[in-house]
Structures are given as C-alpha cells and as structure tokens.
C-alpha cells in the first residue's frame, strides 16, 4: 500500500513523539489513518512497533487466557 504522509502526520515511538527521520528502514510500524479511493492511506498516526509494545502486547494475550 502507498501511504500519504503531510505535516499533520503525527510520529509516535514508545509513547513519545518523535519526526519522521527518526525512524529507520526496518521499522515495524501500524498506521492509523483514512483509506482513499484510489487504494493508498491517508496517515494521521504512525506508531513504530518496539519490544516494549511487543512485550505488553503478548502480556495482554496471555491474561486473557
């Protein structure tokens, strides 16, 4: 998928903002953001994907079982 970007694009890494040259080629991210018709994604957030949220992502799984 294309992703849009524009200067209301907000970048988030373990809770923090953080700009868009912080993040590396590699980066796990979830985008949250608008579907356009022609199939690519307005991003109003971009959330880099870190061990810490690996971690208590996987913690909350095994509390639900």
């Known amino acids: 998928k294309t992703i849009l970007l524009d200067d209301k694009t907000i970048f988030q890494k373990d809770g923090s903002t953080v700009k868009f040259s912080d993040l590396k080629k590699g980066d796990k991210v979830i985008i949250i953001g608008e579907p356009k018709s022609e199939g690519s994604i307005s991003a109003r957030v971009v959330r880099?994907?870190?061990n810490f949220?690996?971690?208590?992502?996987?913690?909350?799984?095994r509390r639900l079982w």
């Open 48 to 50: 880099v994907v870190t």
């Open 53 to 61: 949220m690996k971690n208590a992502s996987e913690s909350a799984r």
